[in-house]
Every structure is written in C-alpha cells, then in structure tokens.
C-alpha cells in the first residue's frame, strides 16, 4: 500500500469527524479530516446547531466535571435536577417505537457522561442552557426535558473548538477536499479518491471514517428513500450532506440499516431559503408550539401541540407539516403565553401577523380558510379544562378534551388579545437511515461482516433515531462514536 503520510483519514469536518479525529490522534496516529465544504462554510449541520447535548448525568457532581466553572451563585439559583442512564434509555426506547438498536444505544447512553468529560479535556467548554430549557420557578431556574447543557458559543463554539484542538494537535485539516470513492484493495479499504479545486488525488491510510453527514440536503435522495413531497422539504443545515458517504460506502457492499424513510424535521420558517443560512442559524426553527395552537390551510388542528415536552415532539411535527394542503401551518398563541416564546420568535426573518380579535386574525392567516379557523378555535376554546393549573415546566395535564385532535397539556383558550401567529413549514434536520456499525463502530457487509478498513459516525450511521428523536442526542451520538471509531481505526487493523 502506497503510504500518503497519514494513518487515518476522516472524512468530513463536524463534530463526529473531530471527535474521531481528535480520538484516532489521541492513540498516535497521523490523521487527516477531509472536507468538502471551503473554509468559510465549514463546521456541517454542527455548526448550525445550538450546542445542545443530552448525556446521563447523577447531580451537580457529575455536571461539574462537565462545567468545572459552574459559579456557586449558579449551583444555588438552579435546580438542574438529574437525568439517569434509566431515563435516557427509556426516552431513547420510547421515541423510536422501541426500535432502535439496543447495542448502539447502551454504548449512546452509558459512555455519554465519560465523553463529555473527554470533550472538555479536549477543550470544549459547555455550560447550562438557561435561555431554552430552564423557567424561572420562585426565583430559581429549573430544567425540564433531560436536557441542560450546550457548547459554550452554541454550534459554533462547537466546532471552532473542535477545530482549533485538531490543528493544535498536528491533526490535518483540508477544505474544499471531496471524498468521491473509496479505495479497496483485496476488500479492505485502503484509503479515498479525493476531488479538490486542483483535480482529483487518491490519498492511502490504514483507516478511513466516514463522518459526513445524511442525504438531508439531496432532494433526489429524500424523494426517494423519505417519499413524495419531501423535495419540498427547507433544509435547515448545511448544503454539502448529500448522502456521499453513504453512497461510497454502499458502493462497496455495505449494509443499510435503521429507518431510512424517517427523519428529523421541524416547524420551521415558511419563507427561509431552501438550505440553511450560517447568520441565522437554528433561529428560523419555531419550538414554543407546545404553548399554542397549529392550524394547516383548512383552519383546522391536526397535532397534540402538548402530546410531550417539546424537546419529544418537534423532531416529528416536521413531518405532520408537510403532510398538509400546501406544506404549511400556523402556530398561534395569545398574551397569557407570548412572554414564553423562545428567542427565535423575535428575529427579524419572521412570518408574523397579529390583530386585536380572532376575526382580525383569521383574516390575515394568508392561505388559511378564516371561517374554518375560527370554528375551530371556537371548540379548542370551550374543551380547554381550565380548572387544572397551567405549569410550562410540567406536563401539567391541563388539556383540551373531546377534539378529534386532543391537546394533553398546557392547553390555553386564545382569548387574550392581541393574537399573535407565526407561519412555518417542513425544515428537514437530518436523515435517520444509514450505515451498519457494529459496537467498534466498524462498518458491516451486508453479510453483517466489517468491511476491514472501515469505520463511521455520526448521522450517516442508522440504527439509532426511528421515527422521532430525544432533543440533543445528534451530537452526542456523533461525539460518542466518533470516538470509538478514532478509537478503534487507530488500533489499526483489526477486521
Ligand atoms: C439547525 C440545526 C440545529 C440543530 N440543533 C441541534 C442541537 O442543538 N443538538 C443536537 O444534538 N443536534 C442538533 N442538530 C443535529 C446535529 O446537527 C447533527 O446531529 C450533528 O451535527 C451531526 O454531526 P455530524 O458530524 O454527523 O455531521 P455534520 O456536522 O453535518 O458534518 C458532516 C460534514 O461532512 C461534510 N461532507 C459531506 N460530504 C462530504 C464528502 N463527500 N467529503 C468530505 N466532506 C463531506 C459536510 O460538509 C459536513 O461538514 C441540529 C441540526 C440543525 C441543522
């Protein structure tokens, strides 16, 4: 085999290309990250993400080796509650219908906290997310949703770090670098055809890890695999996730796996652009639905807005979204609740209208049939069982009952001018199908066999999210395999 300096070759620059890269580099290889996107778009669907990350956590003790500079006056104005491995498990198991695969997911779980220690001692810094998963109760901030910390800097924070600690290691880094094919030989892949401004380069290692993403941002391939109507879909990310690594990888004889008609995708702006914008970022999602109602075109609900916390249903409603008359909604919420509305309800690409009565309102929901709209909130308002207390940072089980589409908690009557609505549509996130890894993040034959050589992580690996997915899993299943796979792709040549 020709030697081209390296010992592993990554391919993409997000956080599970890093985290294996940072990983491989760790245990003394020569590494090299490939990235397709120029510099000035770098970093993937990483770097459009908040930084939220669930990992299992006992206390304070434990977030405290994640968050060493946790301030005491933070410790005693927050109660950050826990979220056991049990409870990771059983959110894991409950969103996906009981079928992703239970290997996968005890290695997600169980070496969720030991990585973001690791990530900190690699220098990341992460800290509690007030600002989206905490209310104010009686002066102290409380978390809800299993999830409290982010990447200092969100996304980008993320992946700066991320980067800055590769370069500073010796690790590699080339843009504008496009993994097209991978090399084998006698069937062990022995490196990647790589395609640059300058033409194409064959570059040989001992391990090559995919890390580049789903196939969320090819309209061909979502048609496909995800169904009709999904070439609609906005993407909320990154353009350069084309489903490449998947394709190479299949090209070689490795085995699908996972749910690959099923995505994440959100509410998300009517009028964003068709791919992702790095100004805005994750700010044209629109996630305070739980508080409100979603109407489609015929004025009519067709989702429980309160079925779960948030962080447990919006991963699905993208979908319900497009399965409406014209691939949109409207959330609408009143005064009792506006002062809820999370910060992106406050940018300036907003879809917003508002009016001083339903009437008002009802006329100028463009697309939206106003007697339609206001027949239904006229029902929502007489089933909201108001005698039960409103808590946000419950399920509170105040609910609209007797609807053909109930709402399980935090039901409000609209009834407190002046009404505010927002129009969304589908925003894909990512795609859920992908790549066989077994537990050493070895990629499988469709015999169930490593292929020897290679590894993968991150989204393009399947298996793990079916149908719907617990907030903040994304990166830390990237963080988590990535490392196993740098890990194990460092260790060399086991097949
Ligand atoms: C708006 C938004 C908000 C999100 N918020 C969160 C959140 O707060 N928390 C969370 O856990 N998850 C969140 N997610 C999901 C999260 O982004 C992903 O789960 C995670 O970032 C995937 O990491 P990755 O490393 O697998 O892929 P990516 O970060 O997308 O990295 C893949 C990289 O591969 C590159 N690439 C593609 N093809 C090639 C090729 N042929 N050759 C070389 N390089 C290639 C791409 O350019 C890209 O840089 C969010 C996603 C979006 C879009």
Redesign the pocket.
């Known amino acids: 085999m020709r030697d081209t300096g390296y010992d592993v070759i990554v391919?993409?620059?997000?956080?599970?290309?890093f985290c294996a890269a940072l990983a491989a580099e760790e245990r003394g290889a020569r590494v090299v990250v490939?990235?397709?996107?120029p510099e000035d778009e770098?970093?993937?669907?990483?770097?459009?993400?908040?930084?939220?990350?669930?990992f299992a956590y006992d206390g304070i003790e434990d977030l405290k080796k994640v968050m060493p500079d946790l301030s005491d006056e933070e410790i005693a104005n927050t109660d950050f509650g826990t979220y056991s491995e049990d409870q990771f498990f059983d959110d894991m198991f409950r969103v996906t219908q009981f079928r992703c695969d239970p290997d996968l997911v005890e290695l997600l779980v169980r070496r969720s906290l030991e990585t973001m220690v690791w990530m900190r001692e690699k220098g990341v810094r992460f800290v509690p997310i007030y600002g989206r998963q905490a209310f104010k109760v009686d002066g102290r901030f409380k978390f809800w949703g299993g999830l409290t910390v982010?990447s200092w800097g969100g996304?980008p924070g993320l992946v700066d770090g991320l980067t800055e600690s590769a370069k500073e290691r010796g690790i590699d880094v080339r843009y504008s670098?496009?993994?097209?094919d991978l090399l084998t030989e006698d069937g062990r892949v022995v490196g990647v055809r790589v395609k640059h401004p300058g033409g194409f380069e064959d570059l040989y290692a001992k391990g090559v890890i995919l890390?580049?993403?789903g196939f969320e941002a090819n309209p061909e391939m979502r048609t496909r695999y995800l169904g009709p109507g999904w070439e609609m879909a906005k993407v909320?990310?990154?353009r350069?996730?084309?489903g490449?690594?998947i394709k190479?990888a299949l090209d070689i004889g490795a085995a699908p796996y996972g749910n690959w008609s099923g995505c994440?995708a959100v509410g998300w702006e009517r009028n964003a652009p068709e791919v992702?914008d790095l100004a805005v970022?994750?700010q044209f999602?629109k996630h305070s639905y739980p508080f409100g109602i979603l109407v489609n075109a015929l004025g009519k609900r067709f989702v429980d807005e309160g079925a779960d916390f948030r962080n447990y249903t919006y991963a699905k409603y993208g979908r319900e979204i497009l399965n409406q008359p014209g691939q949109f909604a409207w959330q609408v919420f009143d005064q009792k609740v506006t002062h809820l509305l999370r910060d992106e309800y406050r940018i300036k690409q907003v879809t917003k209208v508002q009016a001083e009565t339903l009437e008002g309102l009802a006329e100028r929901l463009e697309g939206v049939d106003p007697q339609g709209f206001l027949a239904e909130v006229a029902a929502f308002n007489a089933a909201v069982r108001e005698a039960i207390p409103f808590d946000p940072n419950i399920k509170d089980g105040r609910c609209a009952e007797g609807l053909a589409v109930p709402k399980s908690n935090w039901a409000n009557t609209l009834s407190e001018p002046p009404f505010e609505a927002y129009a969304v549509t589908c925003g894909i996130?990512?795609t859920f199908g992908g790549l066989r890894v077994d537990t050493s993040a070895r990629v499988l034959d469709t015999d169930l066999r490593p292929i020897p050589g290679l590894f993968a992580?991150?989204?393009?690996v399947g298996g793990i999210f079916y149908h719907n997915y617990p907030?903040?899993?994304?990166?830390?299943?990237?963080s988590v395999f990535?490392r196993i796979a740098g890990t194990e792709a460092a260790q060399g040549l086991r097949s």
């Open positions: 391919v993409g620059a997000g956080n599970a290309a490939l990235e397709r996107a770098n970093g993937g669907n990483s770097r459009f993400t908040a930084g939220a990350i669930r982010e996304g670098a496009r993994a097209t890390a580049c993403g909320r990310g990154t350069f996730n084309t490449d690594g190479m994440h992702g970022g994750d999602q996130t990512f992580a991150g989204e393009l907030g903040g899993t994304g990166l830390m299943s990237g990535g």
